[in-house]
Nanobody, 120 residues
């Protein structure tokens, strides 16, 4: 059973920083990409940032220059460093994994979500 465990959310003032972590465990053969999505109240879930197995990254325009996604392959962990946070960054942040399981089948998992609140 593959699981994603997120951590690092919380309350921060505008202009502040937070670092989210997402650790994947279980029977994973390979990872195509891991990413972070977010869902604000009353809005649809949106892509924030994604990093491929080869290390390529992609960001939503709204977070470019402020957020950085990185990974530790040995730990199957992805990070999201969030700087210069704004109130509009307030949302539940979800980790996503896209890969191949130990039986050779496509694998996609979501984390349980972690709340990021940006407020003074």
């Amino acid at each position: 059973q593959v699981q994603l465990v997120e951590s690092g959310g919380g309350l921060v003032q505008p202009g502040g920083s937070l670092r989210l972590s997402c650790a994947a465990s279980g029977s994973i053969f390979s990872i195509n990409a891991m990413g972070w999505y977010r869902q604000a109240p009353g809005k649809e879930r949106e892509l924030v940032a994604v990093i491929t197995g080869g290390g390529s990254t992609n960001y939503a325009d709204s977070v470019k220059g402020r957020f950085t996604i990185s990974k530790d392959n040995a730990k199957n962990t992805v990070y999201l460093q969030m700087n210069s946070l704004k109130p509009e960054d307030t949302a539940v942040y979800y980790c996503n994994l896209d890969g191949v399981g130990s039986m050779g089948r496509h694998l996609e998992r979501w984390g349980q979500g972690t709340l990021v609140s940006v407020s003074s």
